[in-house]
């Protein structure tokens, strides 16, 4: 029996397809090939949220449970098995071994280690892989780190791609040369990464950085040596592309080895594609285009759609900005943006016309605000946040933009 056939039977025994398929009338015989797909219902997030034991294949198998970072919203509570572990661990695995890391590598990870599960899994990784690593997980300061790294010399980085940023920033600002703490390459993930802040960050360091791609419900992959997109563990989880328009659309997953949390024909809300010719670093597996946009992410302003990723690119084509914080309302029974940026000699008026540029808005205001005032916002750090909708992030964003209402 072949893995498809095996994630199939799983499928349709877990009571979150189970009930949907059996709605449907749809039965395990009508599911023969990976074109049968089609015949499925999708789901989304929000049915493994609404009870998240019913997308458990194997309850009495879990042996612990991870929550996404809840970033877009409730976070979705996902319960693996050991083999579901192992599964990621190996994945992960061929995720380092895609950017290079030896297992004479030092590695300093600095992604969190607790509910969201990236610290953990790519420790594992590490461990398995053969290298070193130092569990630096979430600190009290950028100071801390940077003790850290001048302590152990670190080849290899791993950590949401902002973090890397202001600390090479928060070294320059003290008078030093971000090259000389020994970084050979960086593996960034938990957020897109514009080629404009790449190119920044790499000449800031002197290192290659690398992209990871990944769903805590689903799966994991890495860019390699080309950066052409995500390199997909297709033998566990299989990808589809729905509803494409201009070459693109919403990556669509199926697992296919997993026994605790499953996701069948499960949509990321990730619009991405499929690179169909083969890869020039020689790996056999395929490519997922590089995710610039979200579905959930999208926000219309003024009447205007306007992606997050967009903002962030036209932000850090200015290389004197360290970081930013953009904020919706309506408090006024309008639309309002305000940007909130920490740098020095930040020429407003040519930031208001960049960001125009990419959006075809124009924010209401620009405040330079001091080094280090912008709160840290969430598990990744969220820097685009819409306070006309609830969320659980409006109590701090509002905190901090009532403080700094007089600076333009």
Not at 6 to 22: E, Q, R, V, W
Not at 79 to 95: A, E, L, P, S
Not at 102 to 113: F, G, H, M, W
């Amino acid at each position: 029996m072949n893995s498809f056939e095996k994630g199939m039977d799983i499928a349709f025994k877990t009571p979150l397809y189970a009930n949907l398929y059996k709605a449907l009338r749809i039965n395990r015989n009508d599911i023969r090939c990976v074109k049968d797909l089609i015949k499925l219902p999708t789901v989304s997030k929000e049915d493994i949220v609404k009870d998240y034991v019913q997308a458990i294949a194997k309850p009495e198998q879990v042996f612990k449970f991870h929550t996404t970072s809840g970033s877009s919203g409730t976070p979705t509570i996902v319960g693996f098995t050991q083999n579901d572990w192992q599964i990621y661990v190996r994945q992960n695995v061929k995720c380092l071994e895609l950017i290079g890391v030896k297992n004479q590598d030092l590695i300093y990870n600095a992604t969190s280690y607790g509910m969201f599960f990236a610290g953990l899994v790519l420790h594992d990784a590490s461990v398995a892989l053969g290298c070193k690593i130092i569990p630096a997980g979430v600190l009290s300061s950028l100071e801390a780190h940077i003790e850290l790294i001048k302590t152990f010399k670190p080849t290899v980085f791993i950590g949401i791609p902002q973090y890397l940023l202001k600390l090479g920033k928060l070294y320059e600002e003290d008078g030093f040369d971000p090259r000389e703490l020994g970084f050979k390459k960086a593996y960034c993930l938990g957020e897109p990464l514009p080629e404009k802040k790449r190119n920044l960050m790499e000449n800031m360091w002197d290192i290659d950085i690398y992209c990871g791609y990944g769903l805590s419900e689903v799966g994991a992959g890495a860019e390699c040596c080309e950066k052409r997109g995500y390199h997909w563990p297709i033998h566990d989880v299989l990808v589809e592309v729905l509803e494409k328009k201009n070459g693109k659309g919403e990556l669509t997953y199926t697992t296919l080895t997993k026994t605790g949390t499953i996701a069948i024909r499960y949509r990321s809300k990730d619009l991405g594609s499929i690179i169909d010719e083969p890869c020039p670093c020689g790996e056999k597996t395929p490519l997922i285009s590089h995710i610039e946009e979200r579905l959930d992410d999208l926000v219309k302003i003024k009447g205007t759609l306007i992606s997050p990723y967009a903002v962030e690119s036209a932000i850090y084509s200015f290389k004197e900005i360290n970081t930013y914080l953009f904020v919706i309302n309506n408090d006024a029974g309008f639309d309002e943006v305000s940007v909130y940026v920490e740098g020095n000699d930040i020429d407003t008026l040519k930031l208001k016309n960049a960001i125009y540029s990419k959006t075809f808005i124009t924010p209401n205001s620009i405040a330079i605000v001091k080094k280090d005032s912008i709160p840290l916002i969430g598990r990744k750090g969220k820097r685009f946040v819409d306070l006309r909708k609830e969320n659980n992030f409006n109590s701090i964003v509002r905190k901090f933009t009532n403080a700094n209402c007089s600076v333009n």
